[in-house]
């Protein structure tokens, strides 16, 4: 039995220093959560299952978890993560325009009052999924809250942040970030955010008519000048697209939409990163556990000559 613990114990440690993982990525799940329980489950079931083979340390989810922001579509929103949480797979979620109250409930229009105020709105998210759900979350902006967050792994012998920004986020919550991304310099940093592409590839530049800051803006002043921040994930618009900028300190910056939520109600479609450090590529593609389907469009694609932090 000593024996047969030693093999496993070094069988664990060899796997999550292994140089190859996958960084799986869910676009927004707002419809499947409203009308097609199946494919959302399909998604988290397969990431549980394929948790060891893919060497998966964490899970992103870039926001929009929800349609509407009532008890029900929580409750089974709350109740498929247990998946996660039973594989003791750890998970950050970034907060959508749909995860709080500035959307009506059952409509597309913007719900009475404020809507700006009702952005920030988010005590049903908080309460569903609270802070002692986020294995990994080491600090937040406002406390008990993980509208802005961030949490901390290892994976392929390196340090990776992850840091969850509220939509078109508030100066405070932008300067936060900063911060955070200032004290952790050895760690390499990945900005996840319900809005920054465009479907076209271009860094959105307004605050989306209800928001604080302009994408473009927390782009220039808060993300391009670090040195470790490697890649921004978002959703919010249909379909795919990525682009790469120049950070400040010479860094490559890699932004990734991944949104489908227009077309069979998202199709269970899950954006998985494949890392190979040795290689130092970042394969992309968008692959559905329900139909057992892979894209074959420009949502598949290469990063090369990746160079990460120590």
């Given amino acids: 039995m000593r024996i047969l613990n030693i093999i496993l114990t070094v069988f664990v440690l060899q796997s999550c220093a292994s140089s190859k ?21 399909a998604q988290l079931n397969w990431i549980a299952k394929a948790k060891d083979s893919l060497h998966i340390p964490i ?5 929009d978890l929800v349609n509407f922001d009532t008890i029900p579509q929580y409750q089974r929103a709350a109740k498929a993560f247990e998946v996660l949480d039973q594989a003791k797979i750890p998970y950050a979620i970034t907060l959508g325009n749909h ?3 500035a959307v009506q409930h059952n409509s597309g229009s913007a719900a009475p009052g404020n809507v700006n105020a009702n952005l920030r709105k988010t005590q049903k998210f908080n309460e569903y999924f609270p802070v ?3 294995a990994l979350q080491k600090g937040r902006y406002e406390e008990g809250k993980s509208d802005n967050s961030y949490q901390v792994f290892k994976a392929g012998k390196k340090k990776f942040l992850v840091i969850t920004l509220e939509f078109c986020a508030r100066e405070g919550a932008a300067q936060w970030m900063d911060q955070v991304i200032k004290e952790h310099p050895k760690y390499n940093v990945i900005v996840l955010t319900h809005y920054h592409l465009t479907p076209k590839g271009e860094i959105a530049r307004t605050n989306a008519g209800y928001g604080d800051m302009k994408v473009v803006d927390i782009f ?28 400040t300190g010479g860094n490559r910056i890699y932004q990734i939409l991944s949104d489908y939520q227009c077309k069979d109600d ?3 479609y899950i954006r998985l990163l494949d890392f190979d450090l040795k290689k ?8 559905s556990p329900f139909y057992n389907k892979t894209l074959d469009d420009d949502s598949r694609f290469v990063l090369t000559d990746v160079r990460l932090v120590k």
Avoid at 21 to 41: G, K, S, W, Y
Avoid at 59 to 63: A, I, S
Avoid at 280 to 287: E, F, G, R, S, V
């Fill in 21 to 41: 993982f996958t960084i799986p990525v869910l676009p927004d799940t707002q419809e499947a959560v409203t009308r097609r329980h199946d494919m959302f489950n």
């Fill in 59 to 63: 899970v992103l989810h870039v926001g």
């Fill in 99 to 101: 995860d709080g109250q």
């Fill in 132 to 134: 002692s759900r986020f």
């Fill in 266 to 268: 998202g199709g269970g």
């Fill in 280 to 287: 130092k590529i970042i394969t992309a593609k968008m692959y």
């Fill in 220 to 247: 220039d002043k808060y993300i391009k000048p670090h040195k470790n921040v490697f890649m921004v994930l978002s959703g919010h618009v249909c379909f795919s697209s990525h682009r790469e900028d120049k950070g």
